[in-house]
């Protein structure tokens, strides 16, 4: 594993209506590694994703990727970096097929036309069940294939880092690692970043590198998986 930080937050404090949801928050995701963050419904986890990705103005502190700042700048532009986020609850169109979603997904990114195609077949060689419902509604999908679809939405992007929110939400622990399996498997083959937001802990930890626990808006631990398992008060609340 290589030690270069991709991805920074540098003491961000950031909320809604002038309410802070997360207070001072720094945190590195280093190149080719999973980071796992970890916490309870409302730590602020969702928050920090949106700071770090340019969907919320943080109030203070910055963001920085490869060692530039972008706390100003806006999704758009830090998807140009080679950023990806997979947002919490799949966010897929139930009315769109897998393959509008696709398109659009590209179309929206600004992924040239004649790349297209082979971006699909590069996301369909990683997540290869897609195949086989790639022309239906996402909305008839179980929860398993939007989240799967959701994923593949964002690699189509070729991302360097990429964020996801919750990936497990709805899914039993083995059709998790089904899903995840294949993203780490890509990650250690590729230089790819993944900061791994999870409230199935057990499950995260097995395929990352590191984990930071976060309560009530500011972080209270960080480390290796192997010592957050063998920290038995934290593995009691998380
Ligand atoms: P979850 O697992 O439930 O998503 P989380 O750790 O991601 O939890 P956040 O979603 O970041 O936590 O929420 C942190 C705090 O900010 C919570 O108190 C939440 O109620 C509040 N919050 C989140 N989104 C909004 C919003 N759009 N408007 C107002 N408050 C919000």
């Given at each position: 594993m290589n030690n270069s930080v991709v991805l920074a937050a540098q003491n961000i404090t950031a909320g809604y209506g002038g309410h802070p949801a997360i207070?001072?928050?720094?945190?590195?995701?280093?190149?080719?590694?999973?980071?796992?963050?970890?916490?309870?419904?409302?730590?602020?986890?969702?928050?920090?994703?949106?700071?770090?990705?340019?969907?919320?103005?943080?109030?203070?502190?910055?963001v920085m990727i490869d060692g530039q700042d972008t706390t100003r700048e806006s999704a758009r532009e830090i998807s140009d970096r080679g950023v990806a986020m997979v947002p919490e609850g799949r966010g897929v169109f139930p009315s769109l097929s897998v393959r509008d979603i696709f398109s659009l997904g590209m179309h929206a990114s600004g992924v040239p036309k004649k790349e297209q195609s082979d971006r699909v077949e590069w996301v369909l060689d990683i997540l290869p069940a897609i195949t086989e419902f790639m022309n239906r509604p996402a909305g008839t999908l179980s929860g398993g294939q939007q989240?799967?679809?959701?994923?593949?939405?964002?690699?189509?992007?070729?991302?360097?880092?990429?964020?996801?929110?919750?990936?497990?939400?709805?899914?039993?622990?083995?059709?998790?690692?089904d899903l995840l399996a294949p993203i780490r498997a890509l990650q250690q083959r590729e230089k790819l970043s993944i900061l791994l937001v999870e409230q199935n802990v057990r499950e995260a930890l097995k395929i990352s590198d590191r984990a930071v626990v976060m309560k009530s808006g500011a972080m209270i631990w960080e480390g290796q998986p192997a010592e957050l398992e063998d920290n038995e008060r934290l593995m009691e609340l998380y």
């Open positions: 207070n001072d928050i720094t945190v590195e995701l280093r190149e080719d590694e999973v980071l796992c963050l970890i916490g309870h419904n409302g730590a602020g986890k969702s928050t920090l994703l949106k700071c770090l990705f340019g969907l919320l103005a943080s109030e203070s502190g910055s989240q799967m679809v959701s994923i593949g939405r964002a690699l189509l992007n070729r991302p360097r880092i990429l964020l996801m929110d919750e990936p497990s939400i709805g899914l039993a622990p083995k059709l998790f690692q």
